[in-house]
């Protein structure tokens, strides 16, 4: 395995970074999660710019143009001669000293790592996740907008800690208000009625990248599509209901709470899109 670390392709165990990194920390950083299927990077430009935009958010310089970035990406799959797989590009505050202000850190670290991915069973692609709500609060926007993917994921982790206490495999957020905001690394949809719904992101959600690509198909294919706000009973009494990110892509919900959603099964909304999604990853993407 070859990882890309601060312009350099080392080993494995090479690639280790100083504990005054400031992402180690304090969780001072961005990152992105990217798919390469058949050797094109999967919607390259748009988590480019998502991370691009986090860092101007957070006022990280990052030590590469979004060309360079692309080109360090493209190599480092070459390298690991792996077609279909699973990119963690991490830029953390670089290293400093113990104290928190990101003056001390005068450059970035970045890492660029490939790897299989490891997903859900194939099983629950087709009979769709157990999933429950959890008390756990998607940030607020004027706290650490959900909008920047940073590297304090300390909030998702709580959730995914809830998750894995009920035995499911992921779990809903919802917002301060109460309202339905994400998954603790997943978008989430309802469909009630042949209409889909998703929350804006302004609920507490990042942009996800699946997210607005599964929102283009459903527009191409004629589906109505609301984005607006909406609580766990609209979850619960939807006739389907699906998670979408880029590790996950679209899979389908079968149980929130205890209540057995729709026919307890992936839908036909859900299956129809999750077939046009697997079509488009192989040609939508930068090789
Ligand atoms: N929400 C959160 C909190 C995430 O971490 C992710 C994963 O990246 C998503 C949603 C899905 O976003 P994307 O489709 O860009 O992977």
């Known amino acids: ?19 005054y990194d400031h992402g180690f920390l304090y969780g001072d950083g961005i990152f992105e999660g990217i798919r390469v299927y058949g050797g094109n990077i999967f919607k390259c430009r748009e988590h480019l710019d998502r991370l691009y935009d986090s860092a101007k958010s957070i006022m990280l310089d990052i030590p590469l143009t979004q060309e360079e970035m692309e080109q360090a990406l493209i190599e480092t799959i070459r390298l690991n001669a792996l077609p279909d797989g699973y990119i963690r590009l991490i830029v953390s505050r670089g290293t400093g000293n113990l104290g928190l202000d990101p003056r001390r ?36 926007p004027n706290a650490l907008n ?33 309202y339905v905001a994400e998954g603790s690394s997943d978008n989430i ?9 998703t929350p804006p992101c302004y609920i507490g959600a990042l942009e996800g990248i699946t997210r607005a690509a599964i929102m283009e198909l459903a527009e191409q294919y004629g589906y109505k599509l609301k984005e607006e706000p909406f609580t766990l009973h609209d979850v619960y009494v939807a006739d389907e209901v699906f998670f979408t990110g880029t590790a996950a892509e679209v ?25 046009e999604f697997r079509k488009i990853v192989f040609v939508d993407g930068v090789q």
């Not at 490891?118 to 629950?124: M, T």
């Not at 940073?150 to 779990?171: F, H, M, P, R, T």
């Open 105 to 140: 850190c005068p450059v970035a670290s970045v890492i660029i790592i490939v790897e299989q991915l490891a997903i859900y069973p194939v099983e629950a692609y087709l009979n769709g996740l157990k999933t429950v709500s959890v008390s756990t609060a998607r940030n607020i």
């Open 189 to 197: 949809f309802i469909v009630k009625k042949g209409t889909i719904y």
């Open 251 to 275: 899979i389908a919900v079968r149980e929130v709470d205890g209540r057995v959603i729709g026919s307890g099964q992936a839908g036909p909304v859900t299956t129809h899109l999750m077939e």
């Open 146 to 178: 959900p909008k920047i993917k940073s590297l304090n994921y300390l909030n998702n982790i709580l959730v995914k800690i809830q998750a894995n206490l009920a035995d499911v495999g992921e779990a809903i957020m919802l917002n301060a208000q109460g």
């Open 1 to 19: 395995q070859v990882i890309y670390l601060n312009g350099k392709y080392v080993t494995k165990e090479e690639a280790v970074v100083s504990v």
